[in-house]
């Protein structure tokens, strides 16, 4: 027999995150982390989250500062600009983009034989606003990042760096936590535009809550 | 110090699945399979979906048919839908789409205490096209899909079913695969968005490459 439980939508989220809360046992994370770290967990999954998650010192603060000021939410994917809350963006004022798919960034990467990912963050940095990265994807978004902020042309309010894969993912996470930006970092191979955009809309709602409390 | 390999973008992923197939070791799957188990893998960094990917016998054939038939694609997500390659679909003459952000779906689900994806599946079968499910969030899609299959209502050519989560998404993946409809599903709590979005690419990508041979 295969057993499905009657539940209401509204509670099917509630119920997951009583059953990761339960799982996690002597594992859980500080209060101030664990609806982050519990959303991603609810968007994958995938428990090594619980170990895997970086948080650099202040980040929480910081990351919900930055979303009163209407920071702008750039990702490197379509895919991570789709799962943001856009509406509970708005509610601060936040614009949330992707430059990826733009002509003249795919032109301009292939002239210079690098990729779209890293054009699209020299265009994030042009901006010359408040910006908060949301990396699911691309290594090479995260090293273009670092690069900048060494070069002094960009100064990140939050870089949520969380590529997925097997080919320079590790490296480019460390290097976003060793250049002191405000961020949040899933250490390891894993992550994805998923993950990113789950972290986005993580912050968004604990914003939500304390306006509601 | 921190290691960056210098790799061409176009060589990313050709080393990516290298990893991976070594590090699969003794635990290859049946070539037919490998692109899709590999693709992946590539998109979550985790090798469980090795053990944890059901194929129903002979899918992979059904779904080529259905894409060079020119299926209609449908996703329980804008997520998954973002992450779908168009363009490589509509070489097949596949539409996708996403209808769970559609006023009527929602306007429906709250009359009747359901969830939008629940509406959704219906205006799917509505819709009395070849269609190619590709479900990566919402288990009630998928126990609707079943309800509609035994009332004789709907006969997907393939559902991928790969919802993420703690709620009913294990037992509506078993329904799925015990309803004999061809289906490719990721047993467990593991799936995603992206994982629904990267099958329908694989499959996409193996028919592109028997093109080009």
Partial sequence: MIDIVNIAPMDIEKESFATITRELGDRQPPEELAPIVKRVIHTTADFDYADTLYFSPGVVE??????????????????ALS??????????????????????????????????ALVSMEKAARLGEPVIF???????????????MDAGELAPKLVIGV???????????????????????????????????????????????????
Same sequence: chains 1, 2.
Avoid: W
């Avoid at 910081?62 to 994917?77: E, L, N, S, Y």
């Fill in 134 to 148: 949301a990396i699911g994807n691309a290594p090479t978004a995260l090293i273009r990042i670092r690069e900048l």
């Fill in 83 to 116: 799962g943001i809350n856009k509406k509970a963006a708005a509610r601060f004022g936040c614009k949330a983009d992707c430059f990826i798919a733009d002509a003249d960034v795919a032109a301009e990467a292939k002239t210079r034989g690098v990729t779209r």
């Fill in 62 to 79: 910081q990351a919900k500062a930055a979303i009163r000021a209407g920071a702008h939410i750039v990702t490197d994917t379509t895919m």
């Fill in 163 to 213: 590529p997925v894969g097997f080919v320079n993912v590790v490296a480019s996470k460390e290097l976003i936590i060793a250049s002191g930006a405000p961020c949040i970092v899933a250490r390891g191979r894993k992550g994805g535009s998923n993950v990113a955009a789950c972290i986005v809309n993580a912050l968004l709602y604990q914003l939500d809550e304390t306006r509601g409390q």
